[in-house]
Each structure stands twice: as C-alpha cells, then as structure tokens.
C-alpha cells in the first residue's frame, strides 16, 4: 500500500504492479470543485487500486470522500453535505475505445503519454455526485415543507362529482 496519491499515472504499469493507494488528495488542489460548491471542507479521502480482470482489461477502482459546504435552495443557508464516490473505471484512447467498454466501467481518458490525471478524474466523479438542487433534509431546514405549498389544493371531496352533475341535468324538467 502507498500512502502518496499519484498525480497522475501509466494505469497499465500501475496495474501489472498491482498498485494501491490510500491518501489524500488536498483540499486546496480541487479546483474545479471549489468552483462549484460554498468551500471544499475537507481534502479528499481517496483509495485507488490498479489490477487486470478476467478479460486482461486495466480496472481502477477509486473510493473517495470529502466534505463540502453547499447552500440550500430552499432556506439560502449552507450547510455540510459528505459526498462519498465508488467507481470502477478503465483507461481508454478514445471515444471508439469508451463506447466498447463493458457496462460497468467508467472510461478514463489517457493523454498522450499514456497516463492518467487522476486527481483530475477522481475530482470529475465527485462533481458528478454533486446534488443538482441542493437541500438540508427537511428536519433541518429552516423553510419547512409547508411552506411550500401556496394556496390550497382542492381535496377530493371539492370537486364536483360528474355523475351529481349528470343526475342533476336528468331531473330537470
Ligand atoms: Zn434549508
């Protein structure tokens, strides 16, 4: 087990040595998601492990946890939200390459060196697992859900029932 995450890596020699990694990635290096949440509280807590499965195909597993601060849409207040990713990914070339992995690899784009940014591909994961509208469960939130219901909904018992109205038509003289 190494505990220096690698910036970037041959997954493929990776592989044949069977690496592992357990590490952090920092906080202040994550750019792209600092971008898009309140703050990134916390570095990102990250295993990767590189191996072959029964087809020879290059795996890499990836694991990873940070803390972000995000801001409800509801209430307007921030709150700390735990994003836990799991993945399994395998290098490709090309989208040729990627259309043709089985199903349940995620491609991982190698540049022309044949290596991978990997802080780069686990920091994309999490951004995916980003909630599109963020919001506290509603124990927390200071705007509750009742609130967000604006007039009144008619209740079954409201709304004419079509068969009265028929019956009424017939009786009339
Ligand atoms: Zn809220």
Redesign the pocket.
């Known amino acids: 087990m190494q505990n220096r995450l690698p910036l970037t890596i041959d997954p493929t020699k990776a592989a044949q040595k069977r690496l592992d990694y357990a590490g952090n990635y920092l906080a202040k290096n994550a750019n792209r998601l600092s971008e898009l949440v309140e703050n990134v509280n916390s570095d990102i807590e990250c295993s990767l492990s590189f191996g072959f499965d029964e087809q020879r195909l290059c795996v890499i597993s990836i694991d990873a946890k940070v803390t972000v601060k995000l801001e409800?849409q509801?209430?307007q207040?921030a709150y700390d939200k735990l994003i836990h990713v799991k993945n399994k990914f395998s290098p490709v070339k090309s989208d040729a390459q990627a259309e043709a992995l089985p199903e349940h690899y995620e491609p991982a784009l190698v540049n022309e060196f044949g290596e991978i940014d990997m802080l780069s591909l686990v920091e994309e994961e999490i951004i995916l697992s980003l909630p599109i509208v963020p919001?506290?469960d509603s124990e927390h939130?200071?705007?509750s859900e009742a609130d967000f219901v604006f007039g009144q909904i008619p209740t079954e018992d409201d709304k004419p029932n079509p068969f009265a109205i028929l019956a009424s038509l017939k009786n009339k003289p």
Do not use: F, L
């Open positions: 409800c509801r209430c207040q919001v506290h939130c200071k705007v």
